[in-house]
């Protein structure tokens, strides 16, 4: 499971780290969205995690079976 406080994939690369950069962007998007695609990977985009988050700390540890 991928858990994502973003709406939108991505991370840094998408959001500014590399902005002027867009055959590496481009690339970053290629792998993300080969990830994405395997059919044991959930991904959930919006989800913050913490006191004020969707999910607490123990929520998100109750979902992921590796800690």
């Not at 962007?25 to 994405?36: C, E, H, P, T, Y």
């Not at 913050?48 to 800690?67: K, V, W």
């Amino acid at each position: 499971m991928i858990f994502n406080r973003d709406i939108k994939p991505g991370g840094l690369a998408e959001y500014g780290i590399y902005p002027a950069k867009n055959k590496m962007r481009s690339g970053l998007r290629k792998q993300l969205a080969a990830v994405l695609a395997m059919p044991n990977v959930h991904y959930f985009g919006h989800v913050p995690i913490g006191t004020n988050g969707a999910l607490t700390i123990q929520e998100y540890r109750a979902l992921t079976p590796l800690q």
